[in-house]
């Protein structure tokens, strides 16, 4: 933030290199709007606001020196959900809500050699479960937008601080579509990489075959240069793949003529807003106008098993890694009781949030003896055949598009009582992390000021395919240039 102008990575970096502002006076900026904004945003967990001065001063240092790293001195907020030393990380559980981690995740060593300056730990639905930050321990984040919406999630702290201009990026956590759907929500654009193309290493884990973190930025452009610095394989994530790391700045063009695109029809589901449905075949028309192969005739039979196949896995993979948190190890321990298993229940009782627990114990009944193979094992197989699915699919297809989500953000509160429907926000996205995809929502329109994702997906490791159409599609449309702040709605009244 200068002059209340929500600045991009390489707006801002230009303006660092050309010494027309330091960082510490961006971080200064940025740290004033978190104190602006942040009382009705509730975006942020923890400020680190003396950590974030530090490093600006010794990113003005490398830039004195001649640094030219894009990320050098911008300011971002990490989720919560990510190890950071010596940083209180509390995954928005009281599970952890006094943890600090003695060491950093693979993808803070990345970034802080590019000069990473962090204001703050973003806020986020309990260990990653929930499509709405309701689920938080502490509090719930409001949409920049809307405050009385939510901002997706579960990483709505990353898309609503970037939507606020409280950072000028953040980084988030994608399990079934919580970087994409609150990207949706708030009109940002996120990134959901490959599975195994970033490291999970210093991630807290939910789901540990769906995991995975990604960037929130102002555009396409940013999240490209986020990708750079955090990809790569890492041999202390044993899910992390060997591929060469390409400069993905370097496929957008804005030339995607020739590109042949589907758009899967099960994506339109029912129930979805007929404004969303629209919005998502403007977009369409757009790409097909600049060159691309629209195929409207794809089929891919199995999505509607996703969402049962997600909440089968997901909560199975949470039983065995929530396991650890027993009152001993450490985090929260419930001492005040007469023996150790009592204290094992009343930690985990009093610890955890009521929609963690509900997983826990959905995931407990799916891996227990006389349910493994009725549940466990056919979620599994089903999953392979979604995933064969797609691979057929990007034999013919360089990308797919759909709608991020099938609605626009919710009122706070709206679902928070009804699972059932609350899962259904995520519809759209669980099918790619179950296949290990790469997508990216990007902003697609507004239906009465909310705003609209558009979903583009490709086959694993292609995410130079779906940052080239995106980056295109950018070029001719302004959705992502449209700012809550120029709207001043993030200052709106809540009664």
């Not at 589907?262 to 998502?280: L, R, S, T």
Request: one cysteine or more.
């Amino acid at each position: 933030m200068i002059d209340d102008k929500q600045l991009t990575i390489r707006e801002a970096s230009s303006l660092l290199k050309n010494r027309q502002v330091s960082s510490c006076e961006l971080t200064k900026a940025t740290l004033e709007q978190i104190k602006k904004v942040e009382p009705k945003i509730k975006a942020i967990v923890t400020v680190t606001d003396e950590l974030a001065l530090r490093q600006a001063k010794y990113a003005d240092e490398r830039i004195a020196n001649g640094d030219n790293s894009p990320l050098n001195g911008i300011p971002s907020l990490i989720k919560d959900v990510i190890c950071t030393k010596g940083i209180r990380t509390t995954c928005s559980s009281k599970m952890l809500q006094n943890f600090i981690p003695p060491y950093d995740a693979t993808v803070m060593e990345r970034l802080n050699k590019c000069g990473i300056v962090v204001v703050g730990k973003a806020n986020m639905d309990e260990f990653a479960m929930g499509s709405s930050t309701e689920n938080s321990a502490f509090f719930t984040t409001h949409n920049p937008w809307d405050i009385e919406c939510v901002p997706g999630g579960s990483s709505g702290g990353s898309a609503a601080g970037v939507a606020a201009g409280e950072a000028i990026y953040a980084l988030g956590s994608d399990t079934g579509g919580s970087i994409r759907q609150p990207a949706s929500f708030c009109s940002v654009t996120g990134l959901k990489p490959t599975y195994g193309r970033v490291s999970r290493y210093g991630l807290i884990a939910f789901a540990s075959s769906l995991d995975q973190i990604g960037p929130l930025t102002q555009d396409v452009t940013d999240a490209a240069l986020v990708l750079n610095a955090i990809a790569g394989f890492d041999d202390k994530d044993s899910t992390s793949v060997s591929l060469p790391v390409p400069d993905y700045t370097q496929c957008l063009t804005g030339e995607i003529k020739g590109l042949r695109i589907g758009i899967p029809k099960e994506y339109f589901v029912e129930g979805m807003q007929p404004e969303v449905a629209n919005a998502i075949k403007s977009a369409i028309a757009t790409l097909d106008d600049l060159g691309a192969e629209i195929d409207w005739e794809v089929s891919l039979p199995h999505t509607p098993f996703a969402l049962a196949v997600y909440y089968i896995i997901a909560p199975s993979e949470a039983s065995a890694n929530l396991a650890r948190y027993d009152g001993v190890k450490y985090g929260f321990s419930f001492t005040d009781t007469d023996n150790m298993w009592q204290a094992m229940e009343k930690t985990r009782q009093y610890g955890f949030g009521s929609e963690v627990k509900r997983r826990i114990m959905l995931g407990t009944y799916a891996l227990s003896a006389g349910y493994y193979d009725a549940w466990y094992l056919k979620a599994q197989k089903v999953r392979t055949l979604i995933r064969r699915e797609f691979d057929s699919a990007f034999e013919r297809y360089d990308a797919m598009l759909t709608p991020t989500s099938p609605t626009v953000p919710f009122k706070i509160g709206e679902k928070i009582e009804n699972p059932l429907q609350m899962y259904m926000s995520d519809v759209c996205t669980l099918p790619i992390n179950i296949a290990g995809l790469p997508a990216i929502s990007i902003p697609a329109g507004f239906v009465d000021g909310l705003p609209i994702g558009l979903q583009i997906i490709a086959k694993p490791f292609a995410e130079e395919t779906i940052l080239k159409i995106a980056h295109a599609y950018q070029q001719v449309t302004n959705w992502h240039k449209h700012k809550a702040l120029d709207r001043n709605v993030n200052t709106k009244d809540r009664n």
